[in-house]
């Protein structure tokens, strides 16, 4: 079961523009964490967001989580050509036994 | 440092056959996990050790499947009498230690592409 559902499908932007993918959810969670993986590798974790708080930054993202919708976002400032990858938002919540239940993902294309 | 590795890299199997898929998770860490990808979707939990016990197999899809990890290290993920739905990416990761309700970074390893023909 697939409780995350990501926004856009697909995603084609120049390099240096901003990067906005998000994630809708299902059930309550503890916490939403948000990942990357480049074509035919693993997945790397880029950050988690937990259910008491609103947003966070690392580098260049930024998640922002509302729970009120069931929702989150992740941002990409000044996109470079590196951020090309498939991006997933998995969420955590006693609703799934604490699973980690992955969404199917946005592809994300940076032009440069 | 090392990173979780799996072997092989890709396996292509016939129908019916038995396969074993391997895992070395990051040295130390004491959870492990392995998931399913198929084309175009998200990982599918499938299982997941603290130690060498499965704390939680609920997304094993059948009896066909099983995994182990013997001495709380690698583990081999097994699969009885392959069919053709079962062809995906098997992912596995590590943490340090266990559970998803709390705040540990998952590490995955580059996944083996399996075929069944």
């Known amino acids: 079961s697939q409780q995350g559902e990501e926004d856009p499908q697909a995603l084609s932007i120049q390099e240096g523009e901003n990067a906005t993918m998000n994630c809708s959810y299902k059930?309550?969670?503890?916490?939403l964490q948000w990942y990357r993986q480049n074509s035919g590798r693993g997945l790397v974790h880029l950050i988690l967001?937990?259910?008491?708080?609103r947003e966070k930054h690392s580098g260049r993202l930024r998640v922002t989580l509302d729970t009120s919708k069931k929702s989150s976002s992740l941002l990409i400032t000044a996109s470079r050509a590196a951020d090309t990858a498939s991006y997933f938002c998995a969420t955590a919540g006693m609703e799934y036994g604490n699973k980690l239940v992955f969404g199917a993902g946005t592809i994300l294309r940076v032009k440069s | 440092g090392a990173g979780v590795s799996q072997t092989p890299s890709n396996k292509v199997t016939e129908k019916g056959k038995y396969v074993e898929l391997r895992c070395d998770p990051i040295s130390g860490h004491t959870a492990l996990y392995w998931y399913r990808q198929s084309l175009g979707q998200g990982p599918e939990f499938l299982i997941y050790f603290q130690g060498t016990g499965a704390a939680d197999d609920s997304g094993l899809p059948n009896d066909r499947f099983f995994a182990v990890r013997p001495e709380g290290s690698v583990s081999t993920l097994k699969i009885q009498r392959t069919e053709r739905g079962d062809s995906a990416v098997y992912l596995c990761?590590?943490?340090?230690?266990?559970?998803?309700?709390?705040?540990?970074?998952?590490?995955f390893g580059p996944g083996t592409r399996l075929t069944v023909l």
């Open positions: 967001i937990r259910s008491n708080e």
């Open positions: 990761a590590s943490s340090l230690v266990g559970g998803f309700g709390g705040h540990n970074e998952q590490f």
């Open positions: 059930t309550s969670i503890n916490n």
